[in-house]
């Protein structure tokens, strides 16, 4: 029997402008206008990752001022075991059976969230209407595999 886990915190990505305003080839980082980011943890399509309202779009010639990848994404948890048993047949013949299973949780491992404010509709006084996806979760990553999903794979293995 062997199992494998991997466990890790999220990977770091950068709240991003739109690069309109700073009249340059490079890319924009938006405004952070809270000093802590409240992280709400939630996943799907209306929902943000971490507080929406903690950023803003940049509307002035400068750069933003939040910082490169200030924010985390989701940890990840994966668990892997594979059982096998070796069975002689005759006196150099054996017979291997394995069972291997991928993701034995079944957990999901989401991206990080959409973190682009540019598509953020605003109302006049200046709270937000609309966050059409900025902050949403709306994936999965295979984790350096095919699937992400449990998968399971039986095999035999004849030596001799």
Not at 73 to 89: K, M, Q
Not at 105 to 115: E, L, Q, R, Y
Request: net charge neutral; hydrophobic share 35%.
């Amino acid at each position: 029997m062997n199992t494998y886990f991997t466990g890790f915190t999220g990977t770091p990505f950068t709240v991003t402008a739109p690069a309109a305003s700073l009249n340059a080839n490079s890319p924009q980082i938006a405004d952070q206008v809270k000093d802590d980011v409240e992280i709400t943890h939630e996943v799907g399509a209306n929902v943000s990752w971490f507080d929406p309202t903690a950023f803003k779009p940049v509307t002035e010639a400068r750069f933003g001022t939040a910082g490169f990848n200030t924010m985390r994404g989701p940890a990840y948890a994966n668990l892997d075991l594979s059982i096998f048993r070796t069975f002689p047949v005759k006196a150099s013949t054996t017979v291997q059976i394995r069972l291997e299973i991928f993701n034995l949780t079944n957990s999901p491992h989401f991206v990080n969230p959409a973190s682009n404010t540019q598509n953020v509709s605003y109302n006049t006084d200046g709270s937000i209407r609309a966050l059409n996806g900025f902050g949403s979760i709306t994936g999965t990553n295979n984790v350096g595999r095919e699937y992400d999903e449990r998968y399971m794979r039986l095999g035999v293995r004849f030596s001799f």
